[in-house]
């Protein structure tokens, strides 16, 4: 009972609090260009309102073009419950709860990617084809990264793994990881998400015929996934699990809205990479994430 | 020695930046701070602060950081040419070759039987990797300006395996090397412009072609 109990809370906490981190990144951005921007908790109306909305589907799809986001969905929250919090709470970790994670996260970006091919559109195919091609680089590095962690830990499990800190490779895994984190939600110098270009867009040209509670689910899904991606990289690279409960939700927190800041400011000081250059980039973080590892393997063979 | 460790880190991380710039300016400057980096090298490896000590790092960080870079950067102003790089070998290959090299470098000096003192240091696989980086700059790039960077890279890395000699060999010879690898590419300056006026570009499979 106590165990549900537990399990329920982290549930609600991860799915309330994920929205406020895209409304954050764009208070950085509108703030850089002297802008008042958009309220920051405009991403829970913006969802409120698309729950209300109807469904509109083309002739053309099957049931799995409702079901794809929704298992998007689940996916994205089954991945952010394996993640622990430091000490905040005793998570359930089992051996190789490391792999069922990227497991995840490949479960969701192929069920994003299906309900796009769905309706035999070509933008969304073309979308779909970037998407997966680039998670190919992307998944490597964050293997790789989630490889490093292991052999610093000697375990695969998560919540031991990102317990311990990194030694010498911090800096590089940061590095890798911040690119991947960048990659993976369709930030700036990959993807630019507040583009309606069709032809430049990767991550929304995938979603453009989705409306109503399945757009809602995915619009919910990507903003679980920035701050899953923003707590994985801080819980690699700081020992928060060391610390005591309270001092480790704020060192969570703040670290969380550095990482948001950061992004924020990529965003508006950086320019989109153009489309031949970001694979080169992509390897680029892979490398860093490899080089940790070395690091790692040397240090600790010493 | 972890800070000498993590110069030599940089100075592979650099390697990298050097094969992965699509730029000819980007890659001058990776050369020229590889250079900066490798010619504080001896200051921390060489314990007693001898003049020479200094003399050599003041005229290794000159040279490799600031003069050859100038010649460099005023032949590639007088040729204006585009600043593309042009790779023969793409970006990404030789990126992954790149740091398969660095990784392999790791492993092999593992396997050598080293001295004790230079077992836990890095720079004998840094000085491998960046050898090969030259290499690779030499044969994977078609632009003359690139190979004599990857000249100057290849260089460094055997800059770098002397190091391990610092004690041993009389630091006049790292001197004469310097004054050698300056003439060089003052040399090759002139040559970059010949090319330039004979080609109209300086691509070098322009060479392979036999005409009258």
């Given at each position: 009972?106590?165990?549900?109990?537990?399990?329920?809370?982290?549930?609600?906490?991860?799915?309330?609090?994920a929205p406020l981190v895209p409304g954050i990144i764009n208070k950085v951005k509108a703030w850089v260009a002297g802008r008042r921007g958009p309220p920051v908790l405009q991403l829970y109306y913006d969802l409120g309102?698309?729950?209300?909305?109807?469904?509109?589907?083309?002739?053309?799809?099957?049931?799995?073009?409702?079901?794809g986001p929704a298992v998007a969905w689940v996916a994205l929250a089954g991945a952010a419950m394996l993640l622990p919090a430091g000490s905040l709470w005793p998570v359930e970790a089992f051996r190789g709860d490391a792999i069922l994670f990227v497991g995840l996260l490949a479960l969701a970006r192929f069920a994003t990617a299906g309900a796009a091919l769905e309706t035999g559109s070509a933008f969304e195919g073309m979308g779909a084809a970037r998407e997966v091609s680039y998670?190919?680089?992307?998944?490597a590095a964050i293997i790789a990264a989630l490889l490093t962690?292991?052999?610093?830990?000697?375990?695969?499990?998560?919540?031991?793994?990102?317990?311990?800190?990194v030694g010498a490779g911090a800096v590089l895994l940061a590095g890798g990881l911040f690119t991947v984190l960048l990659a993976e939600n369709c930030r700036v110098p990959f993807d630019d998400p507040s583009t309606h270009l069709e032809l430049t867009m990767i991550h929304e040209a995938m979603v453009l015929d989705?409306?109503?509670?399945?757009?809602?689910?995915?619009?919910?899904?990507?903003?679980?996934?920035?701050?899953?991606?923003?707590?994985?990289?801080?819980?690699?690279?700081l020992p928060i699990g060391k610390l005591p409960p309270l001092a480790a939700a704020g060192a969570l927190t703040l670290a969380v809205l550095v990482i948001a800041l950061a992004v924020g400011l990529v965003e508006s000081l950086l320019a989109r990479l153009a489309f031949r250059r970001v694979p080169l980039l992509l390897t680029t973080g892979f490398l860093l994430c490899i080089f940790a590892m070395l690091a790692t393997w040397r240090g600790g063979g010493r | 020695m972890s800070a000498l460790n993590l110069l030599v880190a940089l100075a592979m991380g650099l390697n990298l930046m050097a094969l992965a710039s699509s730029r000819l300016p980007s890659v001058i400057n990776a050369a020229a701070c590889q250079g900066m980096v490798l010619g504080v090298l001896p200051l921390l490896l060489g314990a007693e602060s001898h003049w020479l000590v200094w003399l050599v790092a003041v005229g290794t960080v000159a040279v490799k950081g600031f003069v050859i870079p100038g010649l460099l950067r005023r032949a590639l102003r007088a040729a204006r040419i585009?600043?593309?790089v042009e790779p023969l070998l793409g970006f990404v290959p030789s990126l992954l070759v790149g740091a398969g090299a660095m990784i392999g470098a790791v492993a092999l000096a593992d396997a050598l039987p080293l001295r004790p003192e230079h077992a836990g240091s890095l720079l004998v696989p840094a000085s491998f990797a960046t050898i090969v980086s030259g290499f690779l700059l030499l044969i994977g790039r078609t632009k003359a300006i690139v190979q004599v960077c990857g000249y100057l890279i290849l260089e460094n890395g055997i800059y770098l395996f002397g190091l391990l000699l610092?004690?041993?060999?009389?630091?006049?010879?790292?001197?004469g090397i310097l004054l050698d690898l300056t003439v060089a590419v003052f040399v090759i300056g002139i040559?970059?412009?010949?090319?330039?006026?004979?080609?109209?570009?300086?691509?070098?499979?322009?060479?392979?072609?036999?005409?009258e």
């Open positions: 009972m106590k165990i549900a109990f537990d399990l329920i809370c982290r549930l609600v906490v991860w799915l309330v609090l309102r698309l729950w209300r909305k109807g469904v509109v589907l083309s002739t053309a799809v099957s049931p799995g073009f409702v079901a998670a190919v680089l992307a998944e962690l292991s052999l610093q830990s000697r375990s695969v499990a998560l919540a031991e793994m990102l317990a311990t800190p989705h409306s109503g509670p399945p757009l809602a689910a995915i619009l919910h899904g990507a903003s679980l996934k920035l701050l899953m991606f923003s707590v994985l990289l801080v819980e690699a690279v | 585009d600043r593309e610092i004690h041993a060999t009389p630091l006049i010879v790292e001197a040559i970059v412009d010949r090319i330039q006026r004979e080609f109209d570009s300086l691509d070098t499979r322009n060479f392979t072609v036999l005409r």
